[in-house]
T-cell receptor
Framework: AQSVSQHNHHVILSEAASLELGCNYSYGGTVNLFWYVQYPGQHLQLLLKYFSGDPLVKGIKGFEAEFIKSKFSFNLRKPSVQWSDTAEYFCAVNLYNNNDMRFGAGTRLTVKP | EAQVTQNPRYLITVTGKKLTVTCSQNMNHEYMSWYRQDPGLGLRQIYYSMNVEVTDKGDVPEGYKVSRKEKRNFPLILESPSPNQTSLYFC???????????FGSGTRLTVV
């Protein structure tokens, strides 16, 4: 079955630490890839997306993600996290020109000041 | 300002009492969708609509209905709510499949 896996359920980091959140998917075709962020009590906001071109994409707030097709992965990274990055992060995938967008279960990030 | 408006933000209701959660977008998008968010399960799609009068089931449609009579509105209807429908609900819209979603602010529903 087509699915999206986020390996870490809860990540705790200190400020200035580097972040990498894993995301793997099982779709076989051409995909569009997304990372969303949900701050406490808020709705999901788009952090970054990949649909073609350079596999290293940069998003808002210093986040970036790398699409590695051979590994079916789209990991999210940030060199130095801040307390304000405390949130839940969701990876999402949909097939090119398909309306079926699948979300991972989410990774909760806690950044300690 | 582009936005997706959901109402109400919070709702507590009793089992079996019909309710409607409204969703309206001002971006003229054809595609709209409803998701529910539950801890450890991420977001699961309930229903989606590709255009006016065109709706289809997502992964978890049981117990829900939708309608799309106008492009901007996509209400979610629970005809006979049950406690297992207690959840956080999001309406979302997007332009193309390569576009990200714009989400509404969410509706936290509790069915007792």
């Amino acid at each position: 079955a087509q699915s999206v896996s986020q390996h870490n359920h809860h990540v705790i980091l200190s400020e200035a630490a580097s972040l990498e959140l894993g995301c793997n998917y099982s779709y076989g075709g051409t995909v569009n890839l997304f990372w969303y962020v949900q701050y406490p009590g808020q709705h999901l906001q788009l952090l970054l997306k990949y649909f073609s071109g350079d596999p290293l994409v940069k998003g808002i707030k210093g986040f970036e993600a790398e699409f590695i097709k051979s590994k079916f992965s789209f990991n999210l990274r940030k060199p130095s996290v801040q307390w304000s990055d405390t949130a839940e992060y969701f990876c999402a995938v949909n097939l090119y020109n398909n309306n079926d967008m699948r979300f991972g279960a989410g990774t909760r990030l806690t950044v300690k000041p | 300002e582009a936005q997706v408006t959901q109402n109400p933000r919070y709702l507590i209701t009793v089992t079996g009492k019909k309710l409607t959660v409204t969703c309206s977008q001002n971006m003229n998008h054809e595609y709209m969708s409803w998701y529910r968010q539950d801890p450890g399960l991420g977001l699961r799609q309930i229903y989606y609509s590709m255009n006016v009068e065109v709706t289809d089931k997502g992964d978890v449609p049981e117990g829900y209905k939708v309608s799309r009579k106008e492009k901007r509105n996509f209400p979610l209807i629970l005809e006979s709510p049950s406690p297992n429908q207690t959840s956080l609900y999001f309406c979302a819209t997007r332009d193309r499949s390569s576009s990200g979603y714009t989400f509404g602010s969410g509706t936290r529903l509790t069915v007792v």
